[in-house]
């Protein structure tokens, strides 16, 4: 069985952390790897490929709105799953516009993100 | 007239004649025949030269008064032929004055041989009357005796008439000059009347006349003369009442009649009327005027109680007399009508609330009235001879001057000015200003009526200020609701983040059996519990703050030791985050009045700013130092820095937060309002610098310091004053002066309590009844003058010295505050030293 390859983007550390610690317990799961800040993104979805994208919109330097308007352009079979903890509900509707598949809004349940991972996996 | 005695008498004086010249003569026999020879010879000359003579010349034989001859002109002059007029006596010819004239001729004569001119009239046959002169000649024909008269007639009828013409001229000019001198002087139109027809009738020689004035159908007479016999003509009469009249005055005709008895011009009504009045002749001249299609404006009537013939002349000269007495009248009447103007507009200029003046070409006062001198407080006479700046305010000369300018070319205009009173003070005045001209066109002076708007001016500033405030107060309200909006947004992200994690850190444990896992989650849900509290704290914080909650609980202490713990709590969070701190502190001890809690929070928040902002491996550093009278205290780093656009805006709570969507540090940006907010309470200063982006930041809180002269000062007073600690009340609503004074008083011993408005400090006064009351004058609630007042006129308290602050130090508001109730006026700042001196002498 193919595993997922999930990568995480979100400057809070701590909750990165646990994701982490999270996500690796999944036997169908692998996380390629964790960006800090959108241009960490950009790099590395160029370098990894990911099937899933666990996306912030708050971050340094290049915020997820302008990483999602980056991806569209590439053409990519990448999913992006919004996990952000944004107090304007405009951001996630831009997000959806912008093609990310879900939002979720921090405090978020861990379980339903993984959920969300799996659905569209096969 | 009885002819033939006439006849006889003109006979019997040519013998008298006669007789006396026979006697004085005597002529010798020789002579007289050579004489008689020689008349002889002359006597057909003479005969010819008689009958072509343009003088008529008749003869008549002083013997018989027979006339002997006579030549045409003599029938040409009377109109009868040479055979009518040898039948009848020259006597015939004259009418009962020539017979007279002629008596009295004939005794001037006196036997010389040529007689006196007379002048007389003789009747034409046809009835009319001829001027003559009359000179007669004796002649004597046989032995030297006169025998025979020769009379030469000349007609000198043209020469009279000239003669009558000059005169009658002469009389009209005579008359006009009399009525215009008497008009000259007259001004009122009633008296006018009066006079005029006084004089005229008088001139006139009439027992009635009046003048009527004539508007439209009515005839009014405003007064009329006549002889005590008669009634007074004065009244209204309507012209159309009489028909007759009313045509002939309309077409401007004179209207007369010698005898109302006889005249055909009017009916038995109407002759009546007239007899009724006594009015039997009569001569009315109307006045007409405006040309062409004039119309009557005017009636001079002359009347008198018996029959009279109107001659051309007084006809003439009454229409004359109408004409200027109309024009008397006009005059007069307009003249009334500029002087009732004048008195009205004089009523106007003297009583009005408005002001005017009069300025001359040179532009100084020639007239004020009441109303412009009240409005400057001056009195009418002290305006006149002033030139126009000393009313002018000092800064609107210029614009004064413009105008002057203009108004010297003619121009009139309207505009708003300041004025200056005598009492130096300015009012607001809305001017009208006129440039006066003279005949020639150029300027002559100015008229200004002005009118004081100063209260309409304070009004519409009052709400343009209150429309101003109330537009500011809508954009401070709507960005402050905007911010608000932004800032609960920021809140949210940052409550979430940590609730996240902490929610995943549940989630993880549920999950994991390895022990060091779970520590390690724990370690992290532990740290992001601690981030929420501390959230929450500076919410609350804030909060506090600006609601005027917090309360300082100051001391003296010494900076450097209270800086040391800061450091020391610090020294391991930065070492975790591999940034270096540096601490340069000072050896010798800085002391400060502070609340030694809240101080260190400021540092706190500073140095976790420089925490949070600077890269791994960077540096940071403390430094505090004493400059002057102030503690510095410094915090830089090399981080990430801070945008120029930035800066302004770092200490403002929820401005701050608009951009921090960028920034992922956790955290609300409100730490930097906090330390403003305790500073400020410390009476301090906090300021923020950065190059620029990724340049570094710095940070410096300026405190005041206990200098240590007011520290000997405070040992000095307690170790000298053993008197018991003065109660002291300060009631200022600036929070960083009352703090400061606080601080000093605090110094000296005293214990003290701080109101913040009016009220609050009364209930103060009330409940501690404090020695010494130090109290602010502009305060909230209820003003410096309103507390003092109270706490004077309270029993309980009116033995408390009461001080007043304020930040003016005019003797008046000295007057001000001794008149209120104070004791004493002090003007901020209020150093230490006079603080004592004013406390030793009350205690």
Redesign the interface.
Known sequence: MLKKRVLISD??K??V???V??LS?QPDIEIIGVAYNGNQVLTMIEQTNPDILLLDL???EM?GLEVLRKIHGMCLNLRVLVVS????EEMCEMALELGAERCF???????EILQSIRNKAC | MDISNGCTQFTDYHRILHENISDGEQIEEAERAKAEKAQQKNEGMYRELVEFSPAGIYEVDLGTGELLSLNDAVCNLSGYSREELLKMSPYELLDEDGRLKLKIWHNQWKGEKVSPLMECRIRHKNGHYVDIQIQGYYISRECGKISRLVVMLIDISARKMAEKVLRENEERQACLLKFSDILRSLSDPVEIHATVTCTAMDHFKSDRCYYCEIEDDKAIIRKDSFTSNLKSMVGVYTLSALPVQKSLIEAGQSFSFSDVHTTEIMGDELREMYIQQKIISYLDIPVVKGGKDGKAVGLLCIAQSTPRNWTGAEVQCAMEVAERTWAAVERAKSEEALRANEAKYRKLFDTSNDGFWWADQHGFITEASEGAAKMLGYSPNELVGKFWTNFVDDTWLDKGYEIWKARKAGQSNRYEIKLKKKDGSSIWAKVSGASLLNENGTYDGTLAAFTDITAQKAMEEELSKSEKKALALVAQLEKADKNKNEFISVLSHELRNPLAAILAGMEVLDITKDARQKSKVKEIMNRQTNQLCKLVDDLLELTRINQNMIKLKRKIIDLNEAIKGVIEDFEYEFEMNGIELEAKIQTEQIMLYADPVRLTQAVGNLLNNALKFTHKGGKACLMLQQENEDAVILVQDNGIGIAPQNLPHLFTPFMQVNTSLERSTGGLGLGLSIVKNVVGLHGGTVCAHSEGLEMGASFSIRLPIVTDSTYRVEKQITSHNHQKNLNVLIIEDNRDFAEMLCTMLSTLDCCVTIAYDGEEGLRAARENKPDVIFCDIGLPLRNGYDVAASIKQDIALKDIYLIALSGYAYEKDQELALKAGFDKHLAKPVDIAILKEVLKNNG
Not at chain 1, 85 to 88: H, T
Request: hydrophobic share 50%.
């Open positions: 400057n809070y701590d909750f952390h646990l994701l610690v999270f317990k708050i971050m340094p915020d903890a944004i107090g304007k809004l921090k405090p978020a349940n861990l379980n």
